[in-house]
C-alpha cells in the first residue's frame, strides 16, 4: 500500500497512525483483462486506486451502444462518485483495460477517513476537486475542441494511452468513429 500512502501524504498532513487508521479496512486486488470492478443497476460502496494497469469507465446508451467516458491510470482514485456519495444505483460500469492492481477502498473507509483524519474533508475535497476540473475540461473539450484537437491532447491526459488501449474504445471517448480515428492517425503519422 506504499503508493496510496505516498499519493496521500502529498495531498493533505497526515501522520503514519493516521494512515493506518485509514487504510486498515482497505484492501490490494488484482483485476484480469476485461473484468468488471463495478456494474450498471448496483450501489457502489468502494473507491478504487490503481496502483498499476488501466481502466476505462463506460456507459450503455438505450441502444445498446458503449460509450467509453473516461480512462483512469496509475495513482489515480475513481469510482462513480455521485452514485457512491448520493448511495444511488451507478449507470457506469468501470473494467479493466490490461490487468489492474487496485486499493479498494470501502465506504466505511471513506466514512472512517471523515469522522478521524485531522484532514479528512480535505482529502476529500482534493480528490473531488480533481474529478470535477477533469469532468468539466471533459465536457468542455468535446464541445469547443475539434476531433484532431481532441486527439492531439489525448495523451497528454493519459500517458502512452496509444500503446494501452484499443482504438476503438480511444475513438469512443474522443466521440468518434474507429475510421475518423484511423484518419486523423495517419495524418498525424504523415507530418513526421
Request: aromatic share 10%; proline share 3%.
Amino acid at each position: 500500500m506504499q503508493q496510496i500512502r505516498q499519493v496521500i501524504q502529498q495531498m493533505i498532513q497526515i501522520s503514519e497512525e493516521e494512515l493506518d487508521g485509514f487504510l486498515k479496512d482497505c484492501t490490494i486486488q488484482t483485476f484480469k483483462r476485461q473484468e468488471i470492478l463495478t456494474k450498471t443497476n448496483q450501489v457502489p460502496n468502494n473507491i478504487f486506486f490503481i496502483n498499476e494497469g488501466i481502466l476505462r469507465v463506460l456507459i450503455t446508451d438505450n441502444k445498446g451502444v458503449e460509450h467509453t467516458i473516461h480512462f483512469a491510470l496509475e495513482n489515480q482514485f475513481i469510482a462513480d462518485y455521485a452514485s457512491f456519495i448520493l448511495k444511488k444505483p451507478s449507470v457506469q460500469i468501470l473494467q479493466a483495460i490490461e490487468e489492474v492492481e487496485a486499493v479498494v477502498i470501502p465506504r466505511s473507509a471513506v466514512e472512517w477517513g471523515y469522522q478521524n483524519l485531522r484532514e479528512g474533508d480535505r482529502l476529500g475535497r482534493f480528490i473531488a476537486e480533481y474529478y470535477f476540473i477533469y469532468q468539466d475540461n471533459r465536457i468542455k473539450n468535446l464541445y469547443v475542441r475539434t476531433p484532431k484537437e481532441r486527439y492531439e491532447t489525448i495523451a497528454e491526459i493519459f500517458p502512452n494511452i496509444h500503446n494501452r488501449v484499443p482504438q476503438h474504445q480511444i475513438a469512443s471517448y474522443l466521440g468518434i468513429t474507429s475510421v475518423h480515428l484511423s484518419r486523423l492517425k495517419k495524418t498525424d503519422l504523415k507530418k513526421t
